[in-house]
T-cell receptor, first 112, second 112 residues
């Protein structure tokens, strides 16, 4: 069974730009969560989608948004990028009625 | 705000030594997961513990969940250089299972 895939793996943007990251969950998984990982704050929850609906949202500004498609693939978007948005963005998928989340390799975003 | 405190933050040991990493909270978890993460990659699940007092073994790794389900420990026996990495605990407090609270991690370095 293929794992969680994320594209792109690396991205360099400049302040003020916007970015879209993509995540394909494990086949059959309908829940997708997004996390931001930085050296100072560690892993922080961004949001969770299930069956195309946002179920939970973390404490991040409205510049961070996401969506999920009918095939469970998910995208997250960050608008008006700031230097502090530089981070590893991780996506995790989970099967229904399952507690374990399986993570993708992440997208490393650098904002200059 | 639920917090997960992990200690120690950094650990540098020689191959063959034993070590223990701790994960504590003032809140009760419905489940807790331990992950290992290598640089530039996503966290890889090691174990999920659900029942208070539960002990799980994975080769040289022993995971314990506190009786009150507020704390957990990871013990590694006879560490090897391949154990080097960032060890993360993550708790689910009974909300949506797609929203994990992570500790900041323990960075383990095992020297030959």
């Amino acid at each position: 069974k293929a794992g969680v895939t994320q594209t792109p793996r690396y991205l360099i943007k400049t302040r003020g730009q916007q970015v879209t990251l993509s995540c394909s969950p494990i086949s059959g998984h309908r829940s997708v969560s997004w996390y931001q990982q930085t050296p100072g704050q560690g892993l922080q929850f961004l949001f969770e989608y299930f069956s195309e609906t946002q179920r939970n949202k973390g404490n991040f500004p409205g510049r961070f948004s996401g969506r999920q498609f009918s095939n469970s693939r998910s995208e997250m978007n960050v608008s008006t990028l700031e230097l502090g948005d530089s981070a590893l963005y991780l996506c995790a998928s989970r099967g229904t009625a399952e507690e374990t989340q399986y993570f993708g390799p992440g997208t490393r975003l650098l904002v200059l | 705000t639920q917090l997960l405190e992990q200690s120690p933050q950094f650990l540098s040991i020689q191959e063959g030594e034993n070590l223990t990493v701790y994960c504590n909270s003032s809140s009760v978890f419905s489940s807790l997961q331990w992950y290992r993460q290598e640089p530039g990659e996503g966290p890889v699940l090691l174990v999920t513990v659900v029942t208070g007092g539960e002990v799980k073994k994975l080769k040289r790794l022993t995971f314990q969940f506190g009786d009150a389900r507020k704390d957990s420990s990871l013990h590694i026996t006879a560490a090897q250089t391949g154990d080097t990495g960032l060890y993360l605990c993550a708790g689910n407090y009974g909300g949506s299972q797609g929203n994990l609270i992570f500790g900041k991690g323990t960075k383990l370095s095992v020297k030959p």
